[in-house]
């Protein structure tokens, strides 16, 4: 059984940073690209950041400086540390798993994976 596990969401001010996990178990994570995602209230999903097989990395245009995704292959957990926060990061933060490539900058149904995690929520305050 594909498990995702997010940890690491929270409330901080605009400006300040957090770390988001994501455990992953049930599969070969080294034959998989992971993702990060997120979903604001009343808005569909977006893509955040991914890293493929190879470790090569991608994000979105509003998060680049800002954001970076990294993963320990060892403990089979990936990261997205969030730094210098703002109010329009505040969404529903989703982990994501596929044997193939994922979507970066992509919306709604176009950011599709074979695994999902339940989420973390983060809220930004300005």
């Known amino acids: 059984l594909v498990q995702l596990v997010e940890s690491g969401g929270g409330s901080v001010q605009a400006g300040g940073s957090l770390r988001l996990s994501c455990v992953a178990s049930?599969?070969?994570?080294?034959?998989?690209?992971m993702g990060w995602f997120r979903q604001a209230p009343g808005q569909e999903r977006e893509g955040v950041a991914t890293i493929d097989k190879d470790g090569v990395t991608k994000y979105t245009d509003s998060v680049k400086g800002r954001f970076t995704i990294s993963q320990d292959s060892a403990k089979i957990t990936m990261y997205l540390q969030m730094n210098n926060l703002k109010a329009d990061d505040t969404a529903m933060y989703y982990c994501a798993a596929d044997p193939g490539r994922l979507p970066t900058n992509c919306v709604g149904l176009y950011c599709s994976a074979m695994h999902w995690g339940q989420g973390t929520q983060v809220t930004v305050s300005s």
């Open positions: 049930g599969f070969t994570y080294s034959t998989y690209s």
